[in-house]
């Protein structure tokens, strides 16, 4: 079957560095995506990966290792508004997003 | 940028009525819409795949003759939900797919919560 895993929920500290792990198990790939959603929201976009190694936007970055099935979300400099949900979401073979349950991200001063 | 609409944002009916919401793509044009379902502290869940044109396809567990679709121009497809019940009460969240881009993203709408009473 199609599986996405990423932790439940995290904390981290104002102005520190947190890393979001997401694990997949799809049939096919084309590519990983990471999307915010604060509460009451839809998603937004932030990164998408295809090709193995990091992608850098800003103060956030994106990396993809696809012989491990594995991507991470690098939040730099957080930011109180950065508390929201983050959902990684694999593209399989027919084009279809199958997604994780979300990680939610709690930042404290 | 690409940008989604939906219409209503929210809106609360009885019991037994049907509610109809609208996705529409605003600068883009997209052959394949989506609609998903997420209730409180959950994921998204995919309800079905819209398709301009021609049929939706649904995902299992999801009945077709309860949310019908409709995707009758490259902008604009429907999801009406019909003889709502309490238990239908969530946020819905449409998506479109830029046909131009390479790597098919998605794009989403701002979301309806349906609440019925």
């Known amino acids: 079957g199609q599986n996405i895993d990423q932790p439940t929920e995290m904390t981290a500290t104002e102005g520190a560095i947190v890393q979001i792990n997401c694990t997949y198990q799809?049939?096919?790939?084309?590519?990983l995506f990471w999307y915010q959603q604060h509460a009451g929201e839809a998603p937004t976009f932030l990164s998408y990966?295809?090709l193995d190694g990091l992608e850098e936007k800003g103060r956030f970055s994106s990396f993809l290792s696809r012989s491990k099935g594995y991507s991470y979300l690098l939040l730099k400099e957080l930011q109180m508004k950065d508390s929201a949900s983050y959902l990684c979401a694999a593209l399989d073979s027919n084009y279809q997003l199958i997604w994780g349950a979300g990680t939610k991200l709690i930042i404290k001063p | 940028g690409a940008v989604v609409s939906q219409h209503p944002s929210r809106v609360i009916c009885k019991s037994g009525t049907s509610v109809k919401i609208e996705c529409r793509s605003l600068?883009?044009?997209?052959?394949?819409m989506f609609w998903y379902r997420q209730f409180p502290k959950q994921s998204l869940m995919l309800m079905a795949t819209?398709?301009?044109?021609?049929?939706?396809?649904?995902e299992q567990g999801v009945e077709k003759d309860k949310f019908l679709i409709n995707h009758a121009s490259l902008t604009l497809s429907t999801l009406t939900v019909t003889s709502a019940h309490p238990e239908d009460s969530s946020f819905y969240i449409c998506?479109?797919?830029?046909?131009?881009?390479?790597?098919?993203?998605?794009?989403f709408g701002p979301g309806t919560r349906l609440t019925v009473l």
């Open positions: 990966n295809v």
């Open positions: 998506s479109a797919r830029d046909n131009r881009l390479s790597y098919n993203e998605q794009f």
């Open positions: 799809t049939s096919g790939f084309n590519g």
């Open positions: 819209s398709n301009e044109g021609s049929k939706a396809t649904y």
């Open positions: 600068d883009f044009q997209a052959t394949t």
